[in-house]
Every structure is written in structure tokens, then in C-alpha cells.
């Protein structure tokens, strides 16, 4: 189906500035203990640029998420480290989906699918411009 080009710039948001919203958190832990093995946030640190966009198959909303560099590094840095591992988008402590890393993600950039409403991917857009809490975010 498509749909109108305002439909979607409605959903764009290229202002950057931090909102009080705590950030999603990308985690990895072991499968069978359960222990923290890494994690990254998305916040306005380590993301540049963000859209609601959706996808071809459910025509459920993904975001879209353009990463700076440092964010880049460091989500090419636990993804490469952790390939056959499932990494958990968190969302105010819940697990919104859970994709398993197939390969290295080593553009400037990702795409969270899973999202079931508008709304939701609104809630994790407002999320990823939270503001960092993690001191990595801020120094890699």
C-alpha cells in the first residue's frame, strides 16, 4: 500500500533536542543465566536522527533510527562482539522486542521493527531523544 509523503514527514523528527523521557536501552545478556553480558542506550547522544516510517510486509511502523558516530561505533562494536545473541530494545524497564543480531551492524544506522501501534513507535521516539544516562554513551 501507499501511503501520502505527509503521512510520513508527520512522523519526522529532526529536532534532536533532549526530552526528559529516559532512553531505550539496547541489551544484551546470556540466554541461559540471564546475566547482563553489554548495553547501549539511544538517547540524544547516540542518535541523530529519528522517523516513524513502516514496513512492506504488516505495514507496521518501525523507527528508524540515524546514529552518530560514537552511537555508530558502539553499536557496531556490540553487535560484531555479539552475533547469534538476541539484543533487547528496552523501554521504560520493558522489553519491546527482542532481535537476534545476524551480522555486525556497521552503518550509521538501524531500524527497530516489532512495533505494534503509531503510538508505541511514538513512545520509543520520545524515548531515543531522552537524555543519556549511561557515561559511556556520552565519552565513546
Do not use: W
Amino acid at each position: 500500500m501507499i501511503f501520502p509523503l505527509l503521512a510520513f514527514a508527520m512522523f519526522d523528527q529532526p529536532d534532536m533536542s533532549p526530552t526528559d523521557a529516559g532512553p531505550i536501552v539496547l541489551r544484551v545478556t546470556d540466554q541461559e543465566s540471564g546475566k547482563l553480558l553489554d548495553q547501549m542506550e539511544l538517547c540524544s547522544d547516540t542518535a541523530k536522527h529519528l522517523q516513524i516510517d513502516f514496513d512492506d510486509f504488516e505495514n507496521r511502523p518501525l523507527l528508524t533510527v540515524s546514529m552518530s558516530k560514537a552511537g555508530a561505533i558502539r553499536l557496531a562494536a556490540i553487535t560484531t562482539k555479539f552475533v547469534g545473541y538476541e539484543i533487547d530494545v528496552v523501554m521504560d524497564g520493558e522489553v519491546i522486542v527482542s532481535p537476534r543480531v545476524m551480522e555486525p551492524l556497521l552503518g550509521d544506522g538501524l531500524q527497530i521493527s516489532g512495533i505494534d501501534t503509531i503510538a508505541q513507535a511514538e513512545q520509543l521516539m520520545q524515548s531515543a531523544r531522552g537524555r543519556c544516562t549511561d557515561q559511556k554513551a556520552q565519552t565513546e
